[in-house]
């Protein structure tokens, strides 16, 4: 029996899950979602396919975590990118740019490759609320705003962010594309606060 290099079970469980996680995440880059098996699984991480069924149910079970993971990973850098500003104008404004910033620099293929899976239904509560957290830092600072109409207001930022990304992923320039979104979203919000 392999030696645990964990303090704890406990830790030396969410540290092979997280290797599991990461096979599953390099799979999806290299070959695309559709690639996510149990068996690539457990081969890319060096582990027997019954290692794997002791983590996670199935493939898509696997792949539903993996894109929790990254949604929860997404909105932490939204949350870090608004975090300290004081004035809530400011940080609608870093929310859009950050979230920019993350197409641009290419941080979101792997959600990209994640897209076209058939994800459980019995998960799709929980991967709803991480997607729904994605917005949650935009919502308190909509209302300091003035807004009262949010659920609009968010529509319409994920909106505009959604196009400026298939902007940037097309090849536009992406400073021009996150300055000009972030400019436009700002002056429409501004339209909508009382």
Avoid at 164 to 191: P, Q, Y
Wanted: with cysteine.
């Amino acid at each position: 029996m392999p030696r645990i290099k964990t303090s704890t079970l406990a830790d030396h469980r969410d540290w092979r899950r997280g290797q599991l996680i990461e096979a599953a995440a390099t799979i999806a880059l290299e070959s695309g979602g559709e690639a996510i098996t149990v068996a690539a699984v457990a081969t890319r991480a060096g582990l027997s396919r019954t290692s794997v069924y002791e983590y996670f149910a199935s493939s898509a079970d696997l792949v539903a975590d993996l894109v929790i993971d990254e949604l929860n990973n997404f909105t932490k850098t939204l949350e870090e990118a608004t975090n300290g500003e004081e004035l809530p104008v400011q940080a609608i404004e870093k929310w859009i740019e950050a979230s920019l910033q993350y197409i641009a620099d290419g941080r979101h293929l792997l959600a990209k490759a994640l897209n076209a899976i058939h994800l459980p239904s019995n998960r799709s509560a929980e991967i709803g609320h991480a997607h729904r957290a994605l917005l949650a830092p935009l919502r308190g600072k909509l209302i300091e705003v003035g807004i009262s109409e949010t659920d609009f207001a968010l529509s319409m930022i994920q909106s505009v962010t959604d196009k400026a990304s298939r902007s940037i992923e097309s090849g536009d320039d992406a400073e021009k594309v996150i300055s000009s979104t972030t400019n436009f979203c700002i002056a429409g919000l501004k339209t909508l606060a009382h």
